[in-house]
């Protein structure tokens, strides 16, 4: 069993910078792609970002060149960091594991919720003006 555990949440003002990461226990995580996901109050949950095994990154339009999401294989972490945020990054943000899946994979299949096995608990973030 897979548990994923966030840490790295806060509250920030405009234009600052939080790091997010995710420790995942369990056998298999070099096998699996990683990705982060949001939910803010009253919305859907959304895709924003995700890597694969390769180490390839895709991102969400909304936070393309802010954040950079990473990932070591020897520890088991993911992490994101967000930079220049703004009040609209607020949300409670989620990591969570593929099964194995392909040393290649598309934005397609990382920003599918129903790819991913394994979510955390989330952590909020509150970015405000």
């Known amino acids: 069993q897979v548990l994923l555990v966030e840490s790295g949440g806060g509250s920030v003002q405009a234009g600052g910078s939080l790091r997010l990461s995710c420790a995942a226990s369990?056998?298999?995580?070099?096998?699996?792609?990683m990705g982060w996901f949001r939910q803010a109050p009253g919305k859907e949950r959304e895709f924003v970002a995700g890597?694969?095994?390769?180490?390839?990154?895709f991102y969400s339009d909304s936070v393309k060149g802010r954040f950079t999401i990473s990932r070591d294989n020897t520890k088991k972490t993911v992490s994101l960091q967000m930079n220049s945020l703004k009040p609209d990054d607020s949300a409670v943000y989620y990591c969570?594991?593929?099964?194995?899946?392909?040393?290649?994979?598309?934005?397609?299949?990382?920003?599918?919720?129903?790819?991913?096995?394994?979510w955390g608990q989330g952590t909020q973030v509150t970015v405000s003006s």
């Open positions: 890597i694969d095994r390769s180490g390839s990154t």
């Open positions: 369990g056998r298999t995580f070099s096998d699996a792609a």
């Open positions: 969570a594991k593929t099964p194995r899946t392909a040393f290649f994979a598309s934005i397609a299949y990382l920003s599918r919720q129903a790819s991913y096995e394994a």
